[in-house]
């Protein structure tokens, strides 16, 4: 990532009420990484969620999936997730 992007990136964030901020800050970068991947695509399947560059277990990665659809960001379909 260029340093303009970055500089764009933080600009966004700091431009976010405090609800929205709070909610930002306590995202795990993995669940950062899946909702950037949800917004790209359409419905992705798990196999595609599970296959990020970050090194988790699966089982950490299925715990901040259920994280991300207990608070209603994202759905599950069958093996499917998409945007709420």
């Known amino acids: 990532m260029t340093s ?5 990136l ?3 964030i700091n431009s976010l009420d405090k ?8 995202l795990s970068p993995y669940q950062n ?11 992705l399947s798990a196999k595609d969620i599970l ?3 970050l090194r988790l277990s699966k089982a950490q ?3 901040h ?13 069958y093996n499917e997730y998409l945007i709420s």
């Open 4 to 8: 303009s992007k970055l500089v764009k």
């Open 10 to 12: 933080f600009r966004m």
């Open 19 to 26: 609800k929205n901020l709070s909610f930002f800050l306590k």
């Open 33 to 43: 990484f899946v909702l950037s991947r949800l917004v790209n695509k359409k419905p």
């Open 51 to 53: 296959n990020s560059p």
């Open 61 to 63: 990665k299925y715990r």
């Open 65 to 77: 999936i259920k994280d991300l659809i207990k608070k209603q960001f994202i759905k599950k379909k």
